[in-house]
């Protein structure tokens, strides 16, 4: 047989086998076996891409959402770690209404996993959806056929669905939550922007207040779901917020930009990561302050034209508390948006900063703060 033609022969034998080790990318081809087993301990990371997960915690580590472009590389290394990689789902709901075309989504999706040797599926569908509407039912739908077609496609795969801080039809996203949870292993609560909607007076506050989100995981938990698929996600990233003005109380009035109904939002700040904060803070008007209402860190600085900015975010003290309270109710575990949000650089400052984050999600592990 001609040398080209064996090749082809081989390759297309290859096609339909996910081990097939012509395929694998890794060095050592075990790797390309999907994780399937269960942790007890969740520590869940989405990522968005580049190369930052070489400096990540693997000894936390258990869950890796990829939101950037497809990595072989991040995919044999997590696995190296006995650690999940799993796909991005979003799709319009509006695509997903049509059952024939809900099942085309979900084909597609699996036979991406098996080509690409991930772990399951992390679907992120944050779009508006009004309470017993034909989006409504689809959307628990898919979940729920989701999560049948990879745990048979890929048994012990884990299918994880995104909701928003609380049950009570944030941002207009009025979800079947108690029938979604029964669908799929995981929900991911993503505890923050929860200034997404301001009703009350238009001011900058913390994007993600202790005591209140710790109250929606109560209101979750009333709903009978069960807190072993609860994931609490926390953010590595703050609000900078121009203020309009500056009382001596120290309250900075933001801008009225309107969102879902609501008549101002954080959209009047704009998102910074972690390690643009942590380089800002010691040149800022203020330092590091703490409310102690919102239980949250913040500062107040000024930039080059003189105006002033109100930021407010989340460090390990902050993190820790709603880490107990993970450990305390029994939640599946932790998780962060997102793993690229802090300096992993050589600078020992960063270093240590960075290493004090990820230790946070573990108070147990912490030092005293």
Same mark, same amino acid.
């Given at each position: ?41 969740? @520590?869940? /990371?989405?990522? /968005? ?36 990689? /799993?796909?991005?789902?979003? @799709?319009?709901?509006?695509?997903? /209404? ?37 989006? +409504? ?93 609860? @994931? ?41 990561? +972690? ?22 860190? +913040? ?8 105006? @002033? ?15 107990? +309270? ?44």
């Amino acid at each position: 047989m001609p040398a080209v033609s064996f090749l082809l022969l081989l390759t297309l034998s290859c096609l339909p086998v996910i081990s097939c080790d012509t395929l694998c990318p890794c060095e050592r081809k075990e790797l390309c076996q999907q994780i399937t087993d269960e942790k007890d301990f969740e @520590v869940y /990371v989405f990522d /968005v891409g580049k190369k930052a997960w070489k400096s990540y915690d693997w000894t936390k580590v258990t869950t890796v959402a990829a939101f950037g472009k497809y990595d072989p590389e991040l995919m044999c290394h997590a696995h190296s770690k006995g650690a999940r990689l /799993v796909l991005k789902g979003d @799709v319009p709901l509006s695509d997903i /209404v049509d059952p024939v075309k809900r099942a085309a989504w979900i084909s597609e999706k699996v036979d991406l996993a098996k080509k690409q040797f991930m772990d399951g599926i992390n679907i992120d569908i944050e779009q508006e959806v009004e309470e017993f509407s034909p989006e +409504y039912y689809a959307l628990t739908a898919l979940v729920k056929e989701s999560t049948e077609a990879f745990h048979r496609e890929i048994p012990g795969s884990q299918v994880s669905f995104d909701v928003a801080w609380s049950p009570k039809c944030i941002d207009k996203r009025c979800y079947d939550y108690a029938a979604i949870t029964e669908s799929c292993d995981l929900l991911f609560v993503m505890s923050y922007d929860e200034q997404s909607q301001i009703w009350d007076d238009c001011i900058a506050m913390a994007n993600a207040p202790v005591n209140q989100t710790l109250n929606a995981y109560d209101d979750y938990i009333k709903m009978k779901i069960d807190p072993k698929k609860l @994931v609490m996600g926390v953010p590595w990233y703050g609000y900078d917020y121009p203020c309009l003005n500056l009382s001596q109380e120290g309250v900075c009035t933001i801008s009225k930009v309107p969102f879902r109904g609501a008549p101002c939002s954080d959209a009047a700040g704009r998102q910074i990561p +972690y390690s643009t904060m942590m380089k800002q803070i010691n040149s800022s008007m203020s330092g590091r302050m703490w409310d102690q209402v919102q239980l949250a860190p +913040y500062y107040n600085y000024k930039d080059e034209e003189g105006q @002033v900015h109100q930021v407010w975010y989340d460090d390990p003290k902050s993190i820790s508390l709603k880490a107990a +309270y993970v450990s305390a109710r029994g939640l599946r575990g932790i998780g962060m948006w997102n793993g690229n949000l802090l300096d992993y650089s050589d600078n020992p400052v960063a270093q240590q900063q960075t290493k004090d984050m990820w230790n946070a999600l573990k108070p147990n592990q912490e030092k005293e703060l």
